[in-house]
């Protein structure tokens, strides 16, 4: 069985959380904390969560786990069967997470974190993430999905990280891009959350906090 090692907090972490629940693919979780531990660094080179565990070894970074899956249990079509359609997934996922979360993550530290970031930074930020949502915008249709009508394996991607970007924009500017940019990531995270892969996410997201919380 595969195990998934990280944390509840992690948003790739439950990226590929989501979709291993999404399509009922087995699994066990196995609580990993980043950390340059020599015995973390066998499995994940850079010390990082999400990696998964397997009988060929480990494997980490969260699209490379994606892509292992999909071609591992081909009938769970976790892309599309059309090849131009599964593209376009792979490029929403591609936006998502590296021209909007890892834009936004340069803010995390002040925004979530409690430490401090430079003007520069902060100037830097705005520039890239105005110029990356204006992309982002349009390619996402948000009808309800990222693709439109049916759900798909992007919709993995833009559940766990559009809350970080809107917030972490928040918290340093006084003001969502995101929202400001027209995209109502709220009411996205709503409609992906009546589905019970996203509801197990979100309960584990909240209950990890909540420990943390109690050990405080």
Avoid at 126 to 140: C, D, M, P, Q, V
């Amino acid at each position: 069985m595969i195990k998934l090692c990280g944390f509840a907090l992690s948003n790739y972490y439950n990226k590929v959380k989501f979709v291993l629940l999404e399509h009922n693919i087995p699994f066990e979780e196995v609580l990993v904390v980043p950390s340059q531990d020599e015995a973390l660094l066998v499995h994940s080179p850079l010390g990082k969560v999400p990696f998964i565990q397997t009988e060929y070894g480990d494997l980490c970074e969260s699209q490379a786990i994606v892509e292992y899956l999909a071609a591992r249990y081909p009938e769970k079509a976790i892309f599309s069967a059309d090849p131009w359609i599964a593209a376009k997934e792979r490029e929403m996922i591609f936006f998502v997470d590296v021209h909007l979360e890892l834009t936004a993550r340069n803010l995390y530290k002040q925004a979530f974190f409690g430490g401090t970031i430079t003007d520069a930074t902060r100037g830097r930020v705005e520039k890239l993430l105005n110029h990356h949502i204006s992309g982002f915008k349009r390619l996402a249709k948000f009808t309800p999905y990222l693709h439109g009508e049916r759900f798909s394996v992007a919709d993995a991607a833009g559940f766990v990280n559009l809350p970080l970007v809107g917030m972490a924009t928040q918290a340093i500017y006084g003001r969502d891009f995101l929202l400001d940019a027209g995209i109502d990531w709220k009411a996205y995270v709503k409609a992906i959350n009546e589905r019970p892969a996203a509801q197990r996410v979100t309960a584990d997201r909240k209950a990890h906090v909540e420990a943390q919380r109690k050990k405080a």
